[in-house]
T-cell receptor, first 113, second 114 residues
């Protein structure tokens, strides 16, 4: 059964600090891995997408890494801002004929002043 | 270019009533996906549709749930005879083609069954 596990479940950091969120998956065959940011009451918004051949991708202060051999990914946030407070969701796509996604439960990040 | 639109944003139904959730994809997008997010759970795939066709409904409950994406108008997720366990956030996403990795999500419809 395809699964995506994220850790930690929740995290509180001070504004300006860095943090790293983890994602392990068992989805196979693998197509791509995405990180989404979901603000409370909103739909998920894509941060990064990585395919099998990519092991790092950046989007501003967000940097995602992928180790397809160990089936692990991380999302690193630098110089956190209050607006970074949200749920960060790891999503893995199976290599089928169409894009069905397996979602992690998310890491709830709270950036405090 | 407007994003994915969903309405209503909040819907309250009594047990046994019908719920209709609407999704208008982004302009130029012909692929629509519906997901359900239960409290404290990750999003779960329900159904994938192209215009007038259901491509994959493997995530849909076998009874009471149906979806359509007509040639004209929004995609509709229909839940008949709702029960308390149907209370959840329902998200719609759209993409330009099936090979286009990016799925854009709408803001969701929060269904509460009383």
């Amino acid at each position: 059964k395809n699964q995506v596990e994220q850790s930690p479940q929740s995290l509180i950091i001070l504004e300006g600090k860095n943090c790293t969120l983890q994602c392990n998956y068992t989805v196979s065959p693998f197509s791509n891995l995405r990180w989404y940011k979901q603000d409370t009451g909103r739909g998920p918004v894509s941060l990064t997408i990585m395919t099998f051949s990519e092991n790092t991708k950046s989007n501003g202060r967000y940097t995602a890494t992928l180790d397809a051999d160990t089936k692990q990914s991380s999302l690193h946030i630098t110089a956190s801002q209050l607006s970074d407070s949200a749920s960060y969701i790891c999503v893995v796509t199976e290599e089928s004929g169409y894009s069905t996604l397996t979602f992690g439960k998310g890491t709830m990040l709270l950036v405090s002043p | 270019n407007a994003g994915v639109m969903q309405n209503p944003r909040h819907l309250v139904r009594r047990r046994g009533q019908e719920a209709r959730l609407r999704c208008s994809p982004m302009k130029g997008h012909s692929h629509v996906y519906w997901y359900r997010q239960l409290p404290e759970e990750g999003l779960k795939f329900m159904v994938y549709l192209q215009k007038e066709n259901i491509i994959d409904e493997s995530g849909m409950p076998k009874e009471r749930f149906s979806a359509e994406f007509p040639k004209e108008g929004p995609s509709i997720l229909r839940i008949q005879q709702v029960v308390r366990g149907d209370s959840a956030a329902y998200f719609c996403a759209s993409s330009r083609t099936v090979d286009h990795y990016e799925q854009y999500f709408g803001p969701g419809t929060r269904l509460t069954v009383t």
